[in-house]
């Protein structure tokens, strides 16, 4: 038998192309071959079909979850093409045979940065009927926000109101994300069974890293590099009324290469003093003999220690233990027409104070653990650029203290890390999370305007020894903010030193307890509108880092009416501005 021949994976081709020019070589084979007395002839290969993948990211996981469909899809005989959402204009879609769209959310229930103008064209008036359109959605989200996944289902409700057909019905993932995603991905596979021209060769699952299919070995989410802390130094000066840390981890040996904009996962541990306040107020020694979802036995203190979520206290655990202590209050708060006052109530609330408001509900280890969410890896902003410090990645990071309830609260991984980590001796797990939305201009001679308030300066510190490290010559300009310059001015010595030398053009702050009247960064922007304006106009790329919920969507609207403000634009013009910005890749976000 003649064999068919194959263009390699590593070609330099997309796997649209791939497939398509695989088909043409059985085709082209086909015709040229001429079968000998007894031989078997080769079938000419049917034309794959189309499969198109889009995907809505703000942190790369879905964009991850994109990729590794697509790379199965090829293998079960379609052709997949795979965009981000705001790259599919809705006009196109509409004309599509079928699309699986893979999204996380953010803020309130808000698609990502790359999906959101997708969103405003979907949801218009104006969109067209879909009726030859059939669609499966898969959701990314994160159960401690009210609106869960909120941006799949806007999505997956416009698409059948506009006519199109469900595939399946939609997934939704919570932070641990792995095994849902896999389950509704081969979940998937049957329904489009028929449509394909091929049967998987080697199939490739969702819950699988790059590094699993092609073999090569490689730390990953999954497989953390244990690394190493070099360095742990407070940024805040004395009187301060934050801990904020700069951190120094050593990559040597790891063979992790990350580009500034990528981010730094993390695998940390829970605070052992809360451990053993739960296990006392559970009744439990901690000995006990536990399974976790995945059917590995722990110790109840070492899954507690290293497994579970035991800050953030879950709907589920809520609602068994105000039932097993018969509490009507809180089981009154649990009603969905009670969601406002649920999240008043659970507002600086751990696990533990849950269970004091519930002293009668009784557990066993099992019962116990299986309300339990897994712990989840902490993604941080890397603040180094790897040219300027190679073998190394740094960190900027608040560590998180309050007290509420009557007991002092921390964050899991900046207090581990800042606490617990000793500097040169405790393993750091680690990995890279690259990030394909948050990148400087690949001209660096474009102008760049980076706005981060606190640990928001993260990515811009390392933008800033990027461009020194390449000799760009592009203008930059800084807007940082935080509470008192005297106590909070965060790598004060090197961005002064930036200004000084001509690296950063601008530099301007916003200190909001320097003065009777809070100033913040979008007062900045808008104190400097037409500056602003002749910066963009010019070409110049602005980018935030910071809070989702209120800085970025601040900053957002100042934006807008700074740039109508000096330009002579209408609102909507000006709005229209942003949303070009946005589509160009001139205007981008890292915010959580």
Same mark, same amino acid.
């Given at each position: 038998?003649?064999?068919?021949?194959?263009?390699?994976?590593?070609? @330099?081709?997309?796997? =649209?192309?791939?497939?398509?020019?695989?088909?043409?070589l059985?085709?082209?084979?086909?015709?040229?071959?001429? @079968?000998?007395?007894?031989a078997?002839s080769?079938?000419?290969?049917?034309?794959?079909?189309?499969?198109l993948?889009?995907?809505?990211?703000?942190?790369?996981?879905?964009?991850?979850?994109?990729?590794?469909?697509a790379? =199965?899809?090829?293998k079960?005989?379609?052709a997949?093409?795979?965009?981000?959402?705001n790259?599919?204009?809705?006009?196109?879609?509409?004309?599509?045979?079928?699309?699986?769209?893979?999204?996380?959310?953010w803020?309130?229930?808000?698609?990502?940065?790359?999906?959101?103008?997708?969103?405003?064209?979907?949801?218009?008036?104006?969109?067209?009927?879909?009726?030859?359109?059939?669609?499966?959605?898969?959701?990314?989200?994160?159960?401690?926000?009210?609106?869960?996944?909120?941006?799949?289902?806007?999505?997956?409700?416009?698409?059948?109101?506009?006519?199109?057909?469900?595939l399946?019905?939609?997934?939704?993932c919570?932070?641990?994300?792995?095994?849902?995603?896999k389950?509704?991905?081969?979940?998937?596979?049957?329904?489009l069974?028929?449509?394909?021209?091929?049967s998987?060769?080697?199939?490739?699952?969702?819950?699988?890293?790059?590094?699993?299919?092609?073999?090569?070995?490689?730390?990953?989410?999954?497989?953390?590099?244990?690394?190493?802390?070099?360095?742990?130094?407070?940024?805040?000066?004395?009187?301060?009324?934050?801990?904020?840390?700069?951190?120094?981890?050593?990559?040597?040996?790891?063979?992790l290469?990350?580009?500034?904009?990528?981010?730094?996962?993390?695998?940390?541990?829970?605070?052992?003093?809360?451990?053993?306040?739960?296990?006392a107020?559970?009744?439990?020694?901690?000995?006990?003999?536990?399974?976790t979802?995945?059917?590995?036995?722990?110790?109840?203190?070492?899954?507690?220690?290293?497994?579970?979520?035991?800050?953030?206290?879950?709907?589920?655990?809520?609602?068994?233990?105000?039932s097993?202590?018969?509490?009507?209050?809180?089981?009154?708060?649990?009603?969905?027409?009670?969601?406002?006052?649920?999240?008043?109530?659970?507002?600086?609330?751990?696990?533990?104070?849950?269970l004091?408001?519930?002293?009668?509900?009784?557990?066993?280890?099992?019962?116990?653990?299986?309300?339990?969410?897994?712990?989840?890896?902490?993604?941080?902003?890397?603040?180094?650029?790897?040219?300027?410090?190679?073998?190394?990645?740094?960190?900027?990071?608040?560590?998180?203290?309050?007290?509420?309830?009557?007991?002092?609260?921390?964050?899991?991984?900046?207090?581990?890390?800042?606490?617990?980590?000793?500097?040169?001796?405790?393993?750091?797990?680690?990995?890279?999370?690259?990030?394909?939305g948050?990148?400087?201009p690949?001209?660096?001679?474009r102008?760049?305007?980076?706005?981060?308030?606190?640990?928001?300066?993260?990515?811009?510190?390392?933008?800033?020894?990027?461009?020194?490290?390449?000799?760009?010559?592009?203008?930059?300009?800084?807007?940082?903010?935080?509470?008192?310059?005297?106590?909070?001015?965060?790598?004060?010595?090197?961005?002064?030193?930036?200004?000084?030398?001509?690296?950063?053009?601008?530099?301007?702050?916003?200190?909001?307890?320097?003065?009777?009247?809070?100033?913040?960064v979008q007062h900045?922007?808008?104190?400097?509108?037409?500056e602003l304006?002749?910066?963009?106009?010019?070409?110049?790329?602005?980018?935030?880092?910071?809070?989702?919920?209120?800085?970025?969507?601040?900053?957002?609207?100042?934006?807008?009416?700074?740039?109508?403000?000096?330009?002579?634009?209408?609102?909507?013009?000006?709005?229209?501005?942003?949303?070009?910005?946005?589509?160009?890749?001139?205007?981008?976000?890292?915010?959580?």
């Amino acid at each position: 038998m003649k064999t068919v021949p194959t263009l390699p994976e590593s070609a @330099p081709f997309s796997p =649209e192309q791939r497939a398509w020019l695989n088909g043409f070589l059985a085709g082209l084979f086909y015709d040229s071959a001429v @079968p000998s007395a007894g031989a078997q002839s080769v079938a000419p290969a049917a034309a794959p079909r189309s499969l198109l993948i889009g995907f809505g990211s703000q942190t790369g996981s879905a964009q991850g979850l994109a990729k590794r469909l697509a790379k =199965e899809a090829e293998k079960r005989g379609f052709a997949p093409k795979i965009k981000e959402l705001n790259a599919i204009p809705v006009a196109d879609l509409a004309k599509e045979e079928r699309v699986v769209i893979v999204t996380s959310t953010w803020g309130d229930g808000e698609p990502p940065d790359n999906a959101a103008e997708f969103w405003l064209a979907l949801s218009s008036a104006t969109a067209p009927r879909m009726e030859k359109l059939e669609f499966a959605i898969l959701g990314l989200g994160d159960r401690n926000y009210t609106d869960f996944c909120g941006a799949s289902k806007k999505i997956d409700e416009r698409l059948a109101a506009l006519g199109a057909s469900r595939l399946t019905d939609r997934g939704e993932c919570d932070v641990d994300y792995e095994a849902a995603a896999k389950a509704w991905i081969e979940g998937l596979w049957p329904t489009l069974a028929g449509k394909a021209t091929a049967s998987p060769s080697a199939e490739l699952t969702a819950s699988e890293p790059a590094s699993v299919a092609t073999g090569t070995a490689s730390y990953s989410r999954t497989n953390p590099f244990p690394a190493r802390l070099k360095t742990n130094r407070l940024l805040n000066r004395a009187g301060s009324a934050k801990d904020t840390r700069h951190f120094e981890i050593l990559l040597e040996g790891a063979g992790l290469d990350y580009e500034v904009g990528d981010a730094l996962g993390l695998v940390p541990k829970n605070c052992p003093v809360l451990v053993e306040e739960l296990l006392a107020t559970l009744g439990f020694k901690g000995e006990e003999k536990v399974k976790t979802a995945e059917g590995v036995e722990w110790t109840l203190h070492e899954a507690l220690l290293t497994q579970s979520v035991i800050t953030q206290p879950g709907t589920s655990l809520v609602k068994e233990a105000a039932s097993k202590a018969g509490n009507r209050d809180l089981l009154a708060l649990l009603e969905p027409a009670h969601k406002t006052e649920l999240e008043k109530w659970l507002w600086g609330r751990d696990i533990v104070d849950v269970l004091k408001a519930c002293p009668t509900a009784r557990f066993t280890p099992d019962e116990f653990i299986a309300l339990l969410r897994k712990l989840q890896p902490r993604l941080y902003s890397i603040s180094s650029s790897p040219k300027a410090h190679p073998g190394e990645v740094h960190l900027t990071v608040a560590a998180v203290r309050y007290e509420a309830h009557g007991r002092a609260k921390k964050g899991v991984a900046s207090c581990w890390l800042a606490d617990r980590v000793t500097v040169g001796e405790t393993p750091v797990p680690v990995f890279i999370q690259t990030s394909h939305g948050f990148r400087l201009p690949a001209d660096t001679s474009r102008p760049v305007i980076m706005i981060g308030p606190g640990t928001g300066i993260a990515p811009f510190r390392a933008f800033l020894e990027e461009r020194r490290a390449v000799g760009g010559t592009g203008k930059n300009w800084l807007l940082f903010g935080d509470q008192c310059r005297a106590t909070d001015f965060l790598y004060e010595e090197q961005l002064l030193g930036y200004r000084a030398d001509g690296l950063l053009n601008r530099l301007d702050f916003a200190f909001s307890r320097d003065q009777k009247e809070k100033i913040y960064v979008q007062h900045r922007l808008l104190e400097h509108a037409a500056e602003l304006w002749s910066w963009l106009d010019a070409g110049a790329h602005l980018y935030v880092c910071g809070d989702a919920k209120r800085m970025a969507k601040d900053v957002d609207a100042a934006l807008q009416q700074a740039i109508a403000s000096a330009s002579g634009r209408s609102a909507s013009e000006a709005a229209e501005y942003v949303a070009r910005m946005k589509s160009e890749k001139r205007y981008q976000r890292d915010v959580y």
